[in-house]
């Protein structure tokens, strides 16, 4: 993508958004090398994720549910926050109202400097105790407790499973923010999981300004006011660029 295709008085709009929500999904982390489940490298010893991440999958055989948790970490851990995550932390410091919603559960926004963030998917490097709930740090570089400190009762990752609900209020918070946002952007996710999907498009009913960034078309690309096709690492911060220059 060579130049933008806004016209000047949404780049006015966008240059003016007080209020902002970017929505991320696995997309903006594959440039760090973490693979979408649906991309090359979404595969795990040929199970789908739908057949590992599910309270299901758990309850018929932790171990193997952990070990693919655990090799997910691990990749987790090895990589590193891109231009894309980087941008969108830097423009947290440049509105006065900016929040980011991501599906991700791989750590790399907080690790690149996002502060109001709502991780809605969980966080692969926090376990959740099954009998009490209470949460904790999984250290990457140390072994992994198999119970909790406090109940004995058995831990399982803290991830938003297929089939699981939300937690109660966190879905609330976020359509409230989306809602009566100025400008949105939706980024790096394709679509099929419907609540991110709906935000988004609660935002845009709203009147929000929206701009979709995805190297394929999704089933946002036609709502969206602008739909740019390309990798989010190489567009996020010529936006930055464009809207602030
Ligand atoms: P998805 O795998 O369904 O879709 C990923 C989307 O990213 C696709 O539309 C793809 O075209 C796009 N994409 C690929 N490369 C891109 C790039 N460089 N820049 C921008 N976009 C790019 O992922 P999803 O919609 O986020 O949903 C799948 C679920 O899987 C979520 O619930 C999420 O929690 C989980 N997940 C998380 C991670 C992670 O934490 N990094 C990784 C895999 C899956
Ligand atoms: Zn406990």
């Known amino acids: ?10 780049l006015i709009r966008m240059r003016n958004a007080k209020r902002i929500t970017a ?16 991309g090359e490298g979404g595969l795990w010893r040929n199970y789908r994720a739908e057949d590992l991440a599910t309270p299901e999958a758990f309850a018929k055989n932790p171990d193997l549910v952990w070990e693919w948790y655990d090799w997910r970490r691990e990749i987790c851990a090895n990589a590193s926050p891109n231009p894309g995550h980087l941008t969108l ?36 490097f926090t376990a959740r105790c099954l009998g009490c709930g209470n949460l904790t740090d999984i250290d990457p570089k140390k072994q992994r407790e198999d119970s909790c400190s406090i109940c004995r009762s ?43 999907a709906s935000m988004a498009k609660e935002g845009i009913r709203n009147g929000a300004l929206s701009i979709e960034i995805n190297p394929e078309r999704t089933s946002l690309s036609n709502l969206v006011d602008y739909s740019l096709q390309g990798k989010s690492g190489e567009i996020l911060p010529k936006l930055l660029d464009e809207i602030y220059k």
């Open 154 to 196: 058995k831990l399982r990752p803290h991830i938003l499973w297929f089939g699981e609900t939300y937690e109660s209020g966190l879905l609330e918070s976020c359509f409230k923010r989306t809602s009566s946002s100025d400008l949105i952007l939706i980024i790096g996710t394709s679509a099929n999981v419907s609540v991110p």
């Open 89 to 124: 932390a830097k423009w947290e410091t440049l509105v006065p109202d900016f929040t980011l919603i991501t599906q991700n559960v791989d750590g790399l926004h907080p690790r690149a400097g996002s502060k109001n963030l709502y991780q809605i998917h969980g966080n692969i």
């Open 23 to 38: 929505i991320t999904g696995a997309g903006i982390s594959s440039e760090s090398g973490i693979p979408t489940f649906r």
């Open 1 to 10: 993508m060579d130049s933008f295709p806004f016209s000047k008085n949404d």
